[in-house]
């Protein structure tokens, strides 16, 4: 084999390595690719959904300032805006609210979720289903705690209509904590000849039970 020969082989042999490197890198991008893909999809997904701590359905530290998913059993009603709270933080069982309490007296839960779950224009949200995303009660109901005495008794002297009235005393989110509950337990209480439902501040706001 003279020197051109040798030059050709040793081309070809080049070439035909080239081609094969060529090949794996190809395959080993390809196969790589839907990976890469995928990952940044979980990474896009993950910055577009908000931050999920627990709701504040009012006093209670169940929904972040963004709405939540998150669902507990039982919620202890107190919310870091309030810098002191003056009364025992209320439990709540959402849980038997949500399901047992539903299933055993339907037609005082007609709207289910929607009995406590309503939009900023106070419509029920009847199809609220277990984990959709609900907001804080705070963020319509912006001003802390019960309205002061003094306040009340000038709207009352206002003679406004009583939705007039009704919407002022909703600026407090103590006050719609109240209406929310104590008005449902009300009626509860005055269909089922039961008294069961707490509507007093000391059956609410009770004190622990001493072990």
Request: proline share 3%.
């Amino acid at each position: 084999m003279d020197s051109e020969q040798k030059g050709c082989l040793l081309k070809t042999l080049g070439f035909l390595s080239l081609i094969f490197v060529l090949t794996v890198l190809g395959r080993s991008l390809s196969v790589n690719k839907p990976s890469v893909e995928l990952a940044g999809q979980k990474k896009q997904s993950s910055a577009e959904t908000p931050a999920v701590s627990t709701l504040k359905t009012g006093i209670s530290t169940y929904v972040p300032t963004s709405g939540t998913t998150d669902l507990k059993d039982v919620i202890r009603l107190e919310n870091k805006a309030y810098k002191k709270h003056t009364k025992e933080i209320v439990v709540f069982e959402h849980r038997k609210h949500s399901k047992e309490y539903v299933e055993k007296y339907p037609k005082l839960h007609a709207s289910a979720c929607g009995e406590c779950h309503h939009d900023d224009k106070a419509i029920k949200q009847a199809n609220l289903k277990e984990n959709d995303r609900v907001q804080n009660c705070i963020e319509c109901h912006k001003k802390l705690g019960e309205i002061p005495q003094a306040e009340k008794k000038a709207l009352k002297q206002q003679k406004l209509s009583k939705n007039e009235y009704e919407k002022k005393i909703l600026e407090y989110q103590g006050e719609a904590l109240h209406m929310n509950c104590i008005d449902c337990h009300k009626i509860y209480k005055r269909q089922t000849k039961k008294k069961n439902a707490p509507a007093t501040c000391v059956t609410c706001h009770a004190q622990p039970k001493k072990k």
